[in-house]
Nanobody, 125 residues
Framework: VQLRESGGGSVEAGGSLKLSCTVS????????SAWYRQSPGRERELVSI???????TLAESVKGRFSASRDYDGEKLYLEMKNLKIDDTAVYYC????????????????????WGQGTQVTVSL
């Protein structure tokens, strides 16, 4: 399973970026996928969880500015970021939980076990 983020870059405060995450060897599903971010000296922060294309959660720090989505084929995640702030500067990662079949039912991993390499987002004045 491989996840690959794209779309990062440098932008001025107030600007916008849209990140994408493409998966191979797996399909994003209702077990959950996520966007995390980490900046130097800070702990990794959960930005969004995507369960289905229409069911997502967002961290309070990004509500009203970010939106997360997933395509219906389960091949891509998106994180659309608007009105970016200096504090949004970080490496952004996509991640996914594992789904397996156990006794005829789907079983989801407790943790996000598949991770991308990350894409840098830098917001400047």
């Amino acid at each position: 399973v491989q996840l690959r983020e794209s779309g990062g870059g440098s932008v001025e405060a107030g600007g916008s970026l849209k990140l994408s995450c493409t998966v191979s060897g797996y399909v994003f599903n209702a077990c959950g996928s996520a966007w995390y971010r980490q900046s130097p000296g800070r702990e990794r922060e959960l930005v969004s969880i995507i369960y289905t294309p229409g069911r997502t959660t967002l961290a309070e720090s990004v509500k009203g500015r970010f939106s997360a989505s997933r395509d219906y084929d389960g091949e891509k995640l998106y994180l659309e970021m608007k009105n970016l702030k200096i504090d949004d500067t970080a490496v952004y990662y996509c991640a996914a939980k594992d789904r397996s079949v156990y006794e005829g039912s789907y079983k989801c991993s407790d943790d996000f076990v598949y991770w991308g390499q990350g894409t840098q987002v830098t917001v400047s004045l």
